[in-house]
């Protein structure tokens, strides 16, 4: 088993990792990540006891880290670094800094002409802030808008208030008004006064008429 192995196998399952890791231990990986001045050696190490810990038997990135002839454990169960050069930890290190890095939502469409400004005066999270929460701004059912400065931002109402996550009355209608191609044509809906809801969409959110949502939207969509 080669280290690329391991990098290959750790990049292929890091979003389920890191939903994994507990606040104290994301920081705690930041920081090794981080270490400029560190032993390699030695950080990737700790870095392989951090993750194993937190992934449950059976799990194909654990069994590597156990399997490999690099990142073994000894006698008193800790994981050592064995048969092969040095690069080898600092290339899993490296590889977590990477992982770690923010990565920029893919930009979306320019405002369009007639684009109200309302719309970006909404409550919203910047994608680089969502991001950084531990989620994903580039799920395709999320509504993105691009401010004029290029700034991605997402809408609040889209967001369960405690986990962050996307509600999932949200993702649905947004996957069935196509909110991937017509971000602000969506948003309108969500904000706006909806003659067949008699309400504003996003406003019942969370109460007894959430259930008429999806109703409503293919409503739309027979319009069209």
């Known amino acids: 088993m080669t280290s690329d192995d391991v990098l290959a196998t750790l990049r292929a399952h890091w979003d389920e990792i890191w939903e994994l890791l507990d606040e104290p231990s994301r920081d705690r990986l930041r920081a090794l990540a981080e270490d400029t001045t560190g ?13 194993r810990a937190t992934l449950p038997d059976g799990h194909p990135v654990r069994e590597l880290f156990d399997d490999s002839t690099r990142f073994v454990r000894d006698r008193d169960g800790a994981d050592v670094v064995v048969n092969g050069p040095a690069s080898g930890s600092a290339a899993l290190v490296a590889s977590v800094a990477d992982l770690l890095r923010p990565t920029p939502a893919p930009a979306g469409p320019t405002p369009p002409d007639d684009a109200d400004d309302w719309l970006l005066a909404a409550d919203s999270v910047t994608a680089t802030a969502y991001r950084a929460g531990g989620h994903d701004p580039a799920d395709p059912g999320l509504i993105r808008l691009t401010d004029p400065q290029g700034t991605v931002r997402l809408p609040s109402f889209q967001f369960d208030d ?63």
Do not use: C, Q
Not at 39 to 51: F, G, H, N, Q, T
């Open 39 to 51: 032993d390699p050696e030695r950080i990737a190490r700790r870095i392989v006891r951090l993750v």
């Open 162 to 224: 405690a986990s962050g996550r996307p509600l999932p009355v949200v993702v649905a209608v947004n996957r069935l008004l196509d909110a991937a191609d017509d971000p602000w044509g969506v948003a309108d809906w969500w904000l706006g006064a909806n003659a067949w809801l008699d309400a504003v969409p996003a406003r019942l959110l969370g109460t007894t008429g959430e259930h008429t949502l999806l109703a409503a939207a293919r409503a739309e969509i027979a319009e069209w």
